[in-house]
């Protein structure tokens, strides 16, 4: 209680488990009014910002790449500059300050980082990590991918999302395999339109030392890259920063000037998943619709497409649609060909 640091929570979670719905919950809640926010995305062009924009004043877009790699001295100067601007009361109150990852982020270089930097961790506390979990894609998720692994096992909180399209075998299992990776931390169901009871409960200073051996040695080679990366970018011993993330996942954006018929988007984006489904990590876009004056919000991931959404109003100037893909050794010019053949357009 006698903490006068800026909280700080970290939210993170596989690509498509929910993220940035249940950001655009939590910032609706009275008990996060005085929020900043910090998104950080995959891609050339971020669009979760866009998605939450109008309910937070102070939302800043990380965009130079992946939180755990390049970003990290993005994230080091926009926690600068929201403590000096409020030192100059250039904002209002900063009570608390949400960091998005992306779905591919390694928490470990993160927390490292607001832990262990010495201007930061005089101003800000990790309040805590949140990590959230799709049900149905468990066995897949963290078979396959180290990041989701460490996304549960770093975890103060675990949030099971949509729960609503699940059956009981599978919520079951996935809470028996998150709780085997992480048996310290609280599982909370997602709650539509809402923050989920009792998420912010408890959350104190991060620990890392009440999490497993694997944790620690996580943190630990985080430190060690933290330097072998300072070191790149001096020029010691001329050797590149090593790689993170398998060099195979990819990040495609595809921009279209002309509308789209909502028929022949739907087959295009069927046969897209159909066809090549298990190299689709992820897909979100705004989508422009003929006869429609704003924007639908697309989210796919692998095979299954989600029930589309409506923006009450564009997010910004620009009214083209726009769409993410993160994938698997997936050509872009595979996907321009089809939209192309189903959709008579052809992407800019």
Known sequence: MDDKRIPVILLTGFLGSGKTTLLSALLRDPAMAGS????????AVGLDHLLVEELSEEISLL?????????RGDLTRSLRDLFLRRLRRAIGALDRVVIETTGLADPAPVIHTLLRDFFLAERFRLEGVITTVDVRNVPWQLGQHPEAVKQVAMADRIVLTKCDLADSLQIAEAEERV????????QVRSEPGRMPSGLLEGLGLYDADRKTP???????????LARQRLEAK??????PAPAIHDEAVQSHVLSFSKPFH???FS????????????????????????GEAAPRVIHAVQHERYPDSSLSAWPDEDHRSR????????????IEKLFSAFCDSTPE
């Open 36 to 43: 900043a926010v910090l998104i950080n995305e995959v891609g």
């Open 63 to 71: 965009e130079s790449g992946c939180l755990c790699c390049a970003v």
């Open 179 to 186: 709780a085997a990776l992480n048996p310290g931390a609280p």
């Open 214 to 224: 694997d944790v620690q040695r996580w943190l630990g080679d985080a430190a060690i």
């Open 234 to 239: 001096q020029g010691v011993f001329g050797r």
């Open 262 to 264: 909502p028929a022949e």
């Open 267 to 290: 087959r295009a984006m069927d046969a897209l998943l159909s066809v090549v489904g298990r190299q689709i990590l992820r897909i979100k876009g705004l989508l422009a619709v003929e």
């Open 323 to 334: 769409l993410v893909f993160i994938v698997n050794d997936l050509p872009r010019s595979v």
